[in-house]
């Protein structure tokens, strides 16, 4: 079974500076995808930004980057100029392309403050 | 653009009681998923349907049972009610099972 790990409980920034927020996986499958969700106060789970495991380029989406590290199974969420919407818990998700069903897998989630 | 509904939005039940979720997925979507997140936890998958066929199963007690309909709404059937049911309960659709999943705004269950 595949398993995602995000080690940063917490974390802090400064409103306009940059922020990364991490996220480990394991799996033995090759094909998959992997995703950052945004859960702001009113729940909503909120696609940030989502990468295929056969891209080797990282996905960005406009302040929203990921660092992609395959070999390592390391995910990574850089968001840039930070600002007081960005504030919300953050989860890391795993989705399987080889197996039935493509269920997600999350981590334990990131809440990111960002302080005015 | 449409999103997914679900209803209720909140529901209070006591213990030992039975609850009915209800999930209506976007136009043209065939899929559904249902999650369960606790107080302070990630969401965690229970059951997902393709075409009106269960096409996963997690970590869902055998007091639940859910089906898709005909017209690919879902719902989710949760009886003899314990404490620890209490949670948000999120539904998501897609169109096929390997799309971007997107995500209901949840059901709030509270069981006294």
């Known amino acids: 079974a595949q398993t995602v790990t995000q080690s940063q409980p917490e974390m802090s920034v400064q409103e306009a500076e940059t922020v990364t927020l991490s996220c480990t996986y394991d799996?033995?499958?090759?094909?998959?995808?992997l995703f950052w969700y945004k859960q702001p106060p009113s729940r909503q789970m909120i696609l940030v930004i989502r990468q295929e495991a056969y891209k080797q380029q990282n996905a960005t989406e406009n302040r929203f980057s990921v660092n992609f590290q395959k070999a390592a199974k390391s995910f990574s969420l850089k968001i840039s100029d930070s600002q007081l919407g960005d504030a919300a818990m953050y989860f890391c998700?795993?989705?399987?392309?080889?197996?039935?069903?493509?269920?997600?897998?999350f981590g334990e989630g990131t809440q990111l403050t960002v302080n005015p | 653009a449409a999103g997914v509904i679900q209803s209720p939005r909140h529901l209070i039940k006591e213990k030992r009681e039975t609850a009915t979720l209800k999930c209506y997925p976007i136009?043209?979507?065939?899929?559904v998923y249902w999650y369960q997140q606790g107080p302070g936890q990630d969401p965690q998958f229970l059951i997902s349907?393709?075409?009106?066929?269960?096409?996963d199963k997690g970590s869902i007690p055998d007091r639940f049972s859910a089906q898709q309909f005909s017209d690919y709404h879902s719902e989710l059937n949760m009886s003899s009610l314990e404490l620890g049911d209490s949670a948000l309960y999120f539904c998501?659709?897609?169109?096929?099972?390997?799309?971007?999943?997107?995500f209901g705004p949840g059901t709030r269950l509270t069981v006294l």
């Open positions: 998501a659709s897609s169109p096929g099972t390997y799309n971007e999943q997107f």
């Open positions: 349907f393709y075409e009106k066929m269960q096409s």
């Open positions: 998700a795993y989705r399987s392309r080889e197996t039935s069903g493509s269920r997600l897998t």
């Open positions: 799996t033995s499958e090759s094909d998959y995808y």
């Open positions: 136009p043209r979507h065939d899929t």
